[in-house]
T-cell receptor
Framework: DTAVSQTPKYLVTQMGNDKSIKCEQN?????MYWYKQDSKKFLKIMFS???????INETVPNRFSPKSPDKAHLNLHINSLELGDSAVYFC?????????????FGPGTRLLVL | AQKVTQAQTEISVVEKEDVTLDCVYE???????LFWYKQPPSGELVFLIR??????QNEISGRYSWNFQKSTSSFNFTITASQVVDSAVYFC??????????????FGQGTTLQVKP
């Protein structure tokens, strides 16, 4: 059973399009995150949600809009895609807002904007 | 400010050699957590270890060991008798547990380890 899953795994799209990435966790965690890994492998937090409430928004352009319909899901919608959005996007989850539990990551979604 | 530095960008060793990956962190909090993650060529991020700031005991798990030293703000990772399957990018990360804690992980730049047969 996959603990943290993301769909799609690969996403190739044209500049200007709108796309969504879905994330689901079956660990019973109440906190979920989105991280972006750029071409130099640098990982940076984008958003986090705790019990469906937005906790972190790390100066991400407002073209990125996370949505958490319930504790087990955190989706990422991106409007008007730009070349610089090409990256690997990782979803993660943990139990509790404070880091008593470790964060477990999904397999990543490789986004390529042409 | 929180910061994690992995000064070694790439390391190449021959199988069975021991290798140490360095991690130095900066934080103002007295309570914090340190992590190591492995990212193999397949791309997923694999959790290896979590350590809290009050526990400076070294930890060993099979061929992996971790040396946490608050005096030098370091949390180094050693692989003993390296194997080709250890080839990956390794990330050190920090999370603070202060009153403004948000649970976010601050990652180092990563160290690419190549183990040659």
């Amino acid at each position: 059973d996959t603990a943290v899953s993301q769909t799609p795994k690969y996403l190739v799209t044209q500049m200007g399009n709108d796309k969504s990435i879905k994330c689901e966790q079956n660990l019973g965690h109440d906190t979920m995150y989105w991280y972006k890994q750029d071409s130099k492998k640098f990982l940076k937090i984008m958003f986090s949600y705790n019990n469906k409430e937005l906790i972190i928004n790390e100066t991400v352009p407002n073209r990125f809009s996370p949505k958490s319909p319930d504790k087990a899901h955190l989706n990422l919608h991106i409007n008007s895609l730009e070349l610089g959005d090409s990256a690997v996007y990782f979803c993660a989850s943990s139990q509790g807002l404070r880091v008593f539990g470790s964060q477990y990551f999904g397999p990543g979604t490789r986004l390529l904007v042409l | 400010a929180q910061k994690v530095t992995q000064a070694q960008t790439e390391i190449s060793v021959v199988e069975k050699e021991d290798v140490t990956l360095d991690c130095v962190y900066e934080t103002r909090d007295t309570t914090y957590y340190l992590f190591w993650y492995k990212q193999p060529p397949s791309g997923e991020l694999v959790f290896l270890i979590r350590r809290n700031s009050f526990d400076e005991q070294n930890e060993i798990s099979g061929r992996y060991s971790w040396n946490f030293q608050k005096s030098t703000s370091s949390f180094n990772f050693t692989i003993t008798a390296s194997q080709v399957v250890d080839s990956a990018v390794y990330f050190c990360a920090l999370s603070e547990d202060g009153s403004s804690n948000t649970g976010k992980l601050i990652f180092g730049q990563g160290t690419t380890l190549q183990v040659k047969p």
